[in-house]
């Protein structure tokens, strides 16, 4: 088994003996506390692999939930676009201690920027260079200024996001809000403010895209399964019921709705969910899909 949590799990089986007896085992860290375990289904993992997977799991006490082979899985890559588009906020006018508190007061354990500082900047920006992720014309480059130019890589070196008071606590950086509003002229941006709700709108509709994504490609089995990643892996407030029970009690047609209206101001980030609308024009919630999976 790997622990990886972004390595191709069906690359790394591709010269084993017998890849039927290869399989991903995601732990969240730290691995004795956290309770989620990404059990992850390679091409060729036999069903007996995967059985043991889960055997394990009961036998450790993790809540396990079965992902398909993407980049990230279904957590990582539901955090990448989560981090994008907080990222994109800084450059359209934020500032990391506005989107923190916004995300905090939504319910998570902790901001974005808050928990990069804490894992460290040099991680998020070998992830970037992993993934070539400045090649993409939407791409805000601010990490790698941040660790390239300045190296700050968060509360490692007393400086990432934030800069760090001798009692540890986070304090909003000048250098840090100089360094967004060039690269938002770079990028020819007009910065503006946000409220709070704007922020979360913002972030949570980006991370609901995505996870749209995961279920249409089956990466995920069901909506479910995103929800106990997110609320046992990420921090995501369980009171919410999850990402997808949160998309839910929006409502469909009005997310779709809202989707719409931001691909039509700017078609180059947003797009409607393909699901979304599926799901809306037939009247049906995602809820709908555990309910259909649960029949299978």
Same mark, same amino acid.
């Given at each position: 088994a790997?622990n990886t949590?972004?390595?191709d799990v069906? @690359?790394l089986?591709?010269h084993?003996?017998q890849p039927s007896?290869?399989?991903g085992?995601h732990f969240?860290?730290p691995?004795?506390?956290?309770?989620?375990? #990404?059990?992850v289904n390679?091409d060729r993992?036999?069903?007996?692999?995967l059985?043991?997977?889960?055997a394990l799991?009961?036998r450790l006490g993790?809540i396990?939930?079965?992902?398909?082979?993407?980049?990230?899985?279904?957590? $990582? @890559?539901?955090?990448? @676009?989560y981090?994008?588009?907080?990222n994109r906020?800084?450059?359209e006018?934020?500032?990391p201690?506005?989107?923190?508190?916004a995300m905090q007061?939504?319910?998570?354990?902790?901001?974005p920027? #808050?928990?990069?500082?804490?894992?460290?900047?040099d991680i998020a920006y070998a992830n970037?260079k992993?993934?070539?992720? +400045?090649a993409n014309?939407?791409?805000v480059p601010?990490v790698?200024?941040?660790?390239?130019?300045?190296?700050r890589?968060?509360?490692?070196t007393g400086?990432g996001w934030?800069d760090?008071?001798a009692?540890g606590?986070p304090?909003?950086?000048d250098?840090?809000?100089?360094e967004? @509003?060039?690269?938002?002229a770079?990028?020819?941006?007009?910065?503006h403010s946000?409220?709070?709700?704007?922020i979360?709108q913002?972030?949570t509709?980006?991370m609901?895209?995505?996870?749209c994504?995961?279920?249409? #490609? *089956?990466?995920a089995?069901?909506?479910?399964?995103i929800d106990?990643?997110?609320?046992h892996?990420?921090?995501?407030?369980?009171?919410r019921?999850?990402?997808?029970?949160?998309?839910?009690s929006? *409502?469909?047609?009005?997310l779709v709705a809202r989707?719409?209206?931001?691909t039509?101001a700017d078609p180059?980030t947003w797009?409607v969910?393909?699901?979304?609308?599926?799901?809306?024009a037939?009247?049906l919630t995602?809820?709908?899909? $555990?309910? +259909?999976k649960?029949?299978?």
């Amino acid at each position: 088994a790997t622990n990886t949590s972004y390595l191709d799990v069906n @690359r790394l089986a591709d010269h084993l003996k017998q890849p039927s007896r290869f399989v991903g085992l995601h732990f969240f860290s730290p691995a004795h506390i956290m309770k989620l375990l #990404e059990i992850v289904n390679g091409d060729r993992t036999s069903g007996e692999t995967l059985g043991a997977g889960f055997a394990l799991a009961r036998r450790l006490g993790k809540i396990p939930v079965l992902s398909r082979v993407c980049d990230g899985f279904i957590g $990582n @890559r539901i955090l990448t @676009r989560y981090r994008k588009a907080a990222n994109r906020l800084l450059a359209e006018g934020a500032l990391p201690d506005q989107i923190d508190a916004a995300m905090q007061g939504f319910g998570m354990a902790m901001g974005p920027f #808050e928990a990069q500082d804490m894992s460290g900047l040099d991680i998020a920006y070998a992830n970037l260079k992993r993934q070539n992720l +400045a090649a993409n014309p939407q791409h805000v480059p601010l990490v790698e200024r941040l660790v390239e130019d300045h190296k700050r890589l968060g509360r490692k070196t007393g400086a990432g996001w934030y800069d760090y008071a001798a009692d540890g606590k986070p304090v909003a950086s000048d250098l840090v809000a100089a360094e967004i @509003r060039k690269v938002a002229a770079s990028l020819s941006l007009t910065q503006h403010s946000f409220t709070a709700d704007e922020i979360v709108q913002r972030i949570t509709l980006a991370m609901i895209a995505e996870a749209c994504a995961i279920l249409d #490609e *089956g990466i995920a089995e069901k909506p479910q399964d995103i929800d106990l990643v997110l609320v046992h892996g990420y921090g995501f407030p369980r009171w919410r019921g999850g990402l997808m029970h949160y998309a839910d009690s929006l *409502g469909l047609p009005d997310l779709v709705a809202r989707y719409a209206a931001w691909t039509k101001a700017d078609p180059m980030t947003w797009a409607v969910p393909p699901l979304l609308s599926r799901l809306a024009a037939a009247g049906l919630t995602l809820d709908s899909l $555990n309910a +259909a999976k649960g029949q299978a």
